[in-house]
């Protein structure tokens, strides 16, 4: 079976661009969570939804959006990109939406910001 | 709000050593506990979960790790570690939020 596939795998931009990221979560999987991971720290949480409706929301700005389509694949959308925003980006998906839910990472999208 | 805190930034171990890690967190609830690794070049993938009951939970690849509620630790344990564990380790914590990961700690095996 396929994991959790995200692409693109690497992309580079400049500030003030869009950028737009996708998640293919595990088949059967409903939920998606978008996490953000800077060089040297941990995965911050962005978003949960589940069932095509937000179900958490991370302390991010409203830069920041995101959905899921009727298939469970979802977009991370990030607007007026920041120098800041260069990052790995990781989504993971779960069969349901909870805390307890073991979550399934993929690889991420290396987003370098120039 | 929740958070957790890994004490080593990186951590270096002979081949068969003994390995502990440690994670503190801060949140007055009912927490459910995760440890996940990340091999270099591969996706975070989970070592081991503590959601309730025995406080020694068993994970994957020999690693344990011992839910202690009155020191609000989570630490990360192998008796003896291979090259193979040559790695990044996450502990992270859900109480009323989704995941709160710690930074992370870098682990080198060297023969």
């Known amino acids: 079976d396929a994991g959790v596939t995200q692409s693109p795998t690497h992309l580079i931009k400049t500030r003030g661009q869009h950028v737009t990221l996708r998640c293919s979560p595990i088949s059967g999987h409903k939920s998606v969570s978008w996490y953000q991971q800077v060089l040297g720290q941990g995965p911050q949480f962005i978003f949960q939804y589940y069932e095509k409706e937000e179900r958490g929301r991370g302390n991010f700005p409203d830069r920041f959006s995101a959905r899921q389509f009727p298939n469970y694949s979802s977009e991370l959308n990030v607007n007026a990109l920041l120098l800041g925003d260069s990052a790995l980006y990781l989504c993971?998906?779960?069969?349901?939406?909870?805390?307890?839910?073991?979550?399934?990472f993929g690889s991420g999208t290396q987003l370098s910001v120039l | 709000a929740q958070s957790v805190s890994q004490h080593n930034h990186h951590v270096i171990l002979s081949e068969a050593a003994s390995l502990e890690l440690g994670c503190n967190y801060s949140y007055g609830g009912t927490v459910n506990l995760f440890w996940y690794v990340q091999y270099p070049g591969q996706h975070l993938q989970l070592l081991l979960k503590y959601f309730s009951g025995d406080p020694l939970v068993k994970g994957i690849k020999g690693f344990e790790a011992e839910f202690i509620k009155s020191k609000f630790s989570f630490n990360l344990r192998k008796p003896s570690v291979q090259w193979s564990d040559t790695a990044e380790y996450f502990c992270a914590v859900s109480g009323n939020t989704p995941l709160v990961f710690g930074k992370g700690t870098r682990l080198s095996v060297i023969a």
């Open positions: 993971a998906s779960s069969v349901a939406w909870g805390i307890a839910e073991k979550l399934f």
